[in-house]
């Protein structure tokens, strides 16, 4: 097997603005790329946010929140798919992005949605988180399993594969106990990424 850097994108998106937040992940493409990263990943729902909101009661201030988060959703594949193709296509590295999809039929869904996009700058597959939990509910549609698959990958430069899956973080998360009893990751912060090697 191959040897791959990942980086862990651990920056703040621009919420509720999909443009600034695609034009800051494409930044931070670019600089994971210039650190010699095969593959950046970035968070549940990256652009255009985590719907904190959710967990406001129900006001008319919440509800224009919802509306405005609506509002800030990516049609994929869309103008925003196509530029974050291009700075992976740019940077020669794979990425895997949280981002909120707008439903193409009822425009008024919408989906927590993992992209996978290709060091070729091509949208291989996306992903629709199946069960959103608790508040997620009120923001987020379910997905139908249909795009509940894992990725084969050639690793650029190499006749080796990688297999690239996907999670969403508590549809995915062990029991506490378990939890507490695997060893804790760290890494230095270098530039709002984390490396890991």
Not at 57 to 81: D, F, Q, S
Not at 82 to 87: F, I, M, N, S
Not at 127 to 137: A, M, Q
Request: hydrophobic letters at 40%; charged letters at 25%.
């Amino acid at each position: 097997m191959s040897d791959f850097i990942l980086a862990a994108i651990q920056a703040a998106p621009v919420h509720f603005d999909k443009r600034a937040s695609t034009e800051k992940a494409c930044h931070l493409i670019a600089a994971a790329a210039g650190k010699g990263a095969t593959i950046a990943a970035f968070g549940e729902c990256w652009i255009p946010g985590y719907p904190l909101f959710a967990f406001c009661p129900p006001t008319p201030r919440r509800w224009e929140a919802g509306g405005a988060y609506i509002a800030a959703a990516l049609e994929v594949p869309g103008p925003e798919t196509d530029q974050l193709c291009a700075a992976t296509r740019k940077g020669k590295l794979d990425i895997v992005i949280g981002v909120l999809e707008l439903d193409e039929r009822t425009k008024t869904t919408v989906y927590a949605t993992l992209l996978f996009i290709s060091n070729e700058g091509k949208l291989i597959g996306k992903h629709r988180k199946i069960k959103p939990t608790f508040h997620e509910r009120t923001a987020w549609g379910e997905g139908d399993g249909s795009t509940f698959k894992s990725r084969r990958r050639r690793l650029l430069g190499s006749g080796s594969f990688r297999q690239v899956g996907r999670g969403h973080r508590w549809a995915l998360q062990p029991p506490r106990c378990l939890q507490l009893q695997r060893p804790a990751m760290s890494s230095p912060s270098i530039g709002g990424m984390k490396e890991a090697r």
